[in-house]
């Protein structure tokens, strides 16, 4: 797996205590993992025909940030 430079921001909900019903939604930033050992061979075309590299197999992970003090 490499990491790549694909970023986006997940909204989950984070309960006061654990069996809560209550508590906040924080956002957590992900990154996209991909596994560069696999190839689909998937031929997907656009509206016009036109076709357009295969899908990537891989995973978002959580990013860990840090607070500076």
């Not at 906040?24 to 036109?50: A, C, F």
């Amino acid at each position: 797996m490499k990491a790549t430079n694909k970023l986006r921001f997940v909204e989950r909900s984070q309960p006061d205590y654990p069996g809560s019903n209550t508590g906040r939604i924080v956002r957590i930033l992900q990154q996209w993992w991909e596994d560069s050992y696999v190839t689909l061979s998937v031929h997907v075309t656009d509206k016009d025909g036109n076709v357009l590299p295969s899908p990537s197999r891989g995973e978002w992970r959580d990013v860990p940030v840090e607070v500076e003090s």
